[in-house]
């Protein structure tokens, strides 16, 4: 046993403390910054402080909040002055103020004092505005369409795969939409909420609204759909103005050519509009969707969210979307039915964010020119081309290739392509509007790049680009060290994360599009170091209530337009999400009010689980996907099913008891408390050998799952450990584990000290995992280890490693009681050969860093800890070792007490600033 220092540098300075700025930054309400269509009654606020001043802590503030900006800026809350309020809390602080109004917009700003007694000054002002909270408040909207679908026709829940062919191709109208009003005098501020199934553009005097693609985010639509809200005060202008819509089909209807994964039809594709103008003589007025407006077809002529979409340029008509457009051919609306509620889109809207240009070009086969953008990410292509009118071009996007150069989606679902036909203008200028694609490659048929031999008199491709589309939830981390391998793999990962990233977590963005919900809480902690998500986790919350079943199954998908059967509709590792994804949520941003929403969801689905059990023993669903068996992947191979499970529906009720407790619910915090008891006697005398101390198969999944969860008896914990790396280190540093036990494996090796198992798993190229993949051409996360050609080579899955890079060699991690890292700690890994690494995480507190480098005389650490917040830092040592801090030599008597460990780590207690640390090597 190896004796550890424990320093403590709360720095008290003896001399006089002068006063130091105190400064509040980053104001945010509901996660977000200045947000619109805010639906919560008491909305949470969130703040972060800075100082040049070590050790700071918030010690009160005070919230102002007006409907105001002037009375704000005199000091004056006319909606809600919290007064000083003595709490260290700066994120979720709850509004308790006066009644919001619907549609209003809110003014606030906050002042903090710190433990130090110094007062900030105001922070600069944010806002809020409202949402629309009742059915009222869209003052008679309709939903409108072009036509309405006979209730014949509908499809619902969708079928998995094509359907019955006696149902015809499907194909509908992609419409258009508009209406021209007055504005007669000065506009104060103008805002429209819109819906628009299953996707819209809005278009106001000739430009598109904001930069969104692909509102709004997909829903149960049956239930529920999302409006989204735009300030479009700087749109309008004095005298006439013209509102346009064009409305695609998304997951709303399917048409039923082409590829797709599921068929399903809600209804023809229709819009529901309120545009609030507020004059600045305080009067209103508003323009709504009813059957003044009017209808024709677009020159969108197909669209599907899986099997692409077409555009004839000959059926555009320039100006629709203008004032002074001659309508008077086209029909008016009619009114249709739409979802029963409206709720605001408050997660991040998906983006337009990347752009690839062209690395290859090829011409397999004549007539035939593949373009290579060099990133297998989800997207859409942009095109310039010229040529003659009536001229079509095909575009097929693809991950890979085959060996004869030409594009195969067979692993994805085929066919997907999409088609342009040209008016013969000088230079035309299209990218789809409606859909999306996972690829690298688009072939294309009927054109011929730019500078060519064209004796056909083909239309050329002036140029083409890939735009990669995701949501756009702010970055929160980055991670770069000296490995080449390790930064590889995070760029792999991270391509797979943000090709996933919709209005939900899809496996994968081509063949399936689905929300399979065990890749919320296994790959979460790995998206939470990269991104910050919270809004958009809140959304996917949402999305499992309204899936929830009468009988309190939350099915592996959500939204679940179709209902798969088995196991893949009804597993514990997925449906767990309902009750893991909320507690993440609450670990990682203090999130209390998700878990009160979501709380009701998590007792119907534990009931569910208790009626499914046998003697406290789950034994059904998919089990560990896709580990490394003697068989081709699927559902588990290695590991009994009953193991994963069991082990989840255990996590759930130790979960659910801790909750409760934070809820106050008292009852059943007992009540889950015995429940997690009785199933963690049945999992151990059903499945733990006494003999052997390994759980079932003594597969690395039944072993890590049952450490993680807490699953094992104390004294038998070493011992499992020990077996799980015992048959890492027999198949030669080789995992085995699958998507769902992949992840618990990393977490046991690294909390217990094990990092250097994880270093030697992963850094190599010659066995199935990531560098295999890298080796065989991949740019994004396969779905399989072994980097197959017949699945997804772009899939949310398995990417676990990504958490370590942050939390094991970053060091970055909390402890185990904190909430929003605030207790922080700061725990690097130097293993292997990796001698430096740098790592950044944006927490809700603020930045927390670490960059650290070593060689065989020292370790040096750099670390960075926010305001509002502490950190147990551990530092590596050696046998005899000093330890510098900021260039001084600390002395024993900064030691505050010893304890004994059996890692070599002096762990070292600070508050919040920047430090620097060396740890030398004295022989």
């Not at 902690?525 to 949402?542: E, M, P, T």
């Not at 979501?598 to 669903?621: E, F, H, T, W």
């Not at 499970?645 to 889950?672: Q, R």
């Amino acid at each position: 046993m190896q004796k550890v220092f424990i320093f403590c540098f709360f720095v008290i300075y003896s001399c006089q403390i002068k006063a130091q700025e105190l400064v509040v930054t980053n104001l945010q309400c509901q996660y977000q910054d200045s947000p619109s269509g805010v639906e919560d009654a008491s909305p949470g606020l969130s703040w972060q402080l800075n100082s040049s001043r070590r050790n700071v802590m918030q010690s009160a503030y005070r919230v102002l909040v007006s409907d105001n900006e002037g009375l704000l800026q005199q000091n004056t809350g006319n909606i809600w002055d919290s007064k000083k309020v003595n709490s260290d809390q700066s994120i979720q602080v709850t509004f308790v103020g006066k009644n919001l109004l619907p549609g209003k917009l809110y003014y606030w700003k906050v002042m903090v004092w710190d433990n130090y007694g110094i007062a900030s000054k105001w922070s600069n002002t944010s806002s809020w505005q409202m949402g629309l909270l009742h059915h009222e408040d869209w003052k008679g909207a309709q939903w409108i369409a072009y036509e309405k679908m006979p209730d014949s026709l509908r499809i619902l829940p969708g079928i998995h795969g094509k359907g019955d062919p006696a149902l015809g191709s499907g194909k509908d109208i992609l419409p258009l939409l508009r209406k021209e009003f007055l504005i007669k005098k000065p506009v104060k501020k103008a805002t429209a909420y819109i819906a628009g199934l299953g996707q819209f553009d809005l278009n106001i005097n000739g430009r598109k609204v904001g930069d969104h693609f692909l509102d709004a985010g997909w829903t149960e639509y049956s239930k529920t759909a999302l409006y989204v809200t735009f300030d479009i005060t700087g749109q309008l202008i004095n005298g006439a103005n013209a509102l346009g819509v064009m409305l695609g089909n998304g997951f709303y209807y399917t048409p039923r050519e082409r590829y797709r994964k599921i068929t399903i039809a809600y209804g023809y594709p229709e819009m529901i509009c309120r545009v609030a103008v507020e004059y600045s003589d305080g009067s209103f007025e508003n323009i709504v969707s009813d059957t003044t407006w009017k209808t024709s077809p677009g020159p969108v002529t197909f669209s599907s969210i899986y099997g692409g979409e077409d555009f004839d340029a000959n059926v555009e008509q320039p100006g629709w979307d203008a004032p002074s457009f001659n309508d008077q051919s086209w029909r008016n609306a009619v009114i249709v039915d739409g979802p029963p509620v409206l709720s605001s889109q408050t997660a991040p809207p998906l983006k337009i964010l990347d752009t690839f240009s062209i690395k290859k070009i090829s011409q397999p086969k004549p007539g035939i020119w593949v373009y290579d953008f060099g990133q297998n990410a989800s997207g859409i292509f942009s095109i310039k081309i010229k040529g003659k009118k009536h001229s079509k071009v095909t575009f097929r996007p693809a991950e890979l290739i085959t060996g004869d150069g030409l594009i195969t989606q067979d692993a994805v679902g085929a066919p997907v392509y999409f088609n342009y036909t040209l008016n013969g203008a000088e230079t035309e200028s299209w990218q789809p509007q409606f859909t999306y694609y996972g690829f690298r490659y688009i072939q294309v048929e009927g054109a011929v790049p730019n500078g060519e031999p064209n004796p056909n008199n083909l239309p050329v491709i002036v140029s083409i680009k890939s735009l990669h589309t995701r949501n756009a939830s702010l970055s929160a981390g980055s991670f770069n060290c000296s490995n080449n391998l390790f930064n590889r793999i995070d760029t792999l990962i991270n391509w797979a994360i943000k090709s996933n990233m919709a209005s939900v977590f899809t496996d994968c963005p081509h063949r399936e599009k689905l929300g399979w919900l065990e890749e919320d809480h296994l790959m979460g902690s790995s998206i939470k170091f990269n991104y910050n998500i919270a809004a958009l986790c809140r959304k996917v919350v949402n999305d499992m209530i309204s899936a929830q079943t009468e009988d309190g199954l939350v099915p592996d998908i959500a939204p679940e337009y179709v209902h798969f059967v088995s196991g893949f509709r009804d597993s514990p590792e997925w449906g767990s999400n309902s009750i893991i994804l909320p507690w993440y949520l609450y670990k990682w941003y203090g999130d209390t009010q998700v878990l009160t929403k979501a709380y009701p969801m998590m007792q119907r689905y534990v009931q569910y689980l208790q009626k499914k059990s046998v003697d406290n023993i789950l034994s059904y669903g998919l089990g560990d996907w896709f580990d490394i068996g003697p068989d081709e992947p699927g559902e588990s191979q290695l590991t009994p099913k009953g193991v994963t499970a069991t082990a989840i529906y255990y996590y759930d009720l130790s979960i659910l008891s801790k909750i409760a407790k934070i809820l106050s619910k008292e009852d059943d915090v007992s009540y889950y408390e015995s429940s997690a008891a009785k199933v963690r006697d049945a999992f151990n005398k059903t499945f733990f050998n006494k003999q052997t101390k390994q759980y079932a198969t003594g597969s690395q999944t039944a072993n890590a799952m049952a450490v993680y969860m807490g699953l094992v008896e104390p004294k038998n914990k070493k011992a499992v450990i020990d077996n799980l790396v015992k048959d890492i280190r027999e198949r030669k540093n080789s995992l085995t584990a699958g998507d769902i036990g992949y992840r618990y494996v990393l977490r046991v090796l690294e909390e217990n000290g094990y990092s250097n198992v994880i270093f030697d798993m992963n850094s190599r190229s010659d066995v199935p995992g990531y560098g295999y993949q890298l080796a065989h051409g991949a740019t994004s996360l396969t779905e399989s280890w072994q980097a197959y050609r017949f699945v997804s080579n772009n899939h949310l899955m398995l990417g676990h490693l990504m958490e370590w890079f942050y939390s094991g060699l970053g060091g970055i991690r909390q402890t185990e009681n904190s909430v929003g890292f605030k207790h922080i700690f700061i725990h690097p890994e130097p293993v292997g050969d990796v001698a430096n690494a740098e790592t950044i995480y944006h927490s809700v507190y603020g930045i927390i860093s670490t960059r650290w480098e070593k060689n065989e005389r020292c370790f040096k650490l750099e670390v960075n800890i926010p305001a509002n917040t502490y950190a147990t830092i551990f530092l590596p040592v050696s046998e005899k070792f000093e330890i510098m801090k900021d260039g001084h030599l600390l002395h024993k008597k900064d030691v505050l007490k010893i304890i004994n460990t059996d890692n070599r780590y002096v762990s070292i207690v600070v508050g919040s600033g920047l430090y620097q640390f060396q740890v030398n090597t004295i022989k």
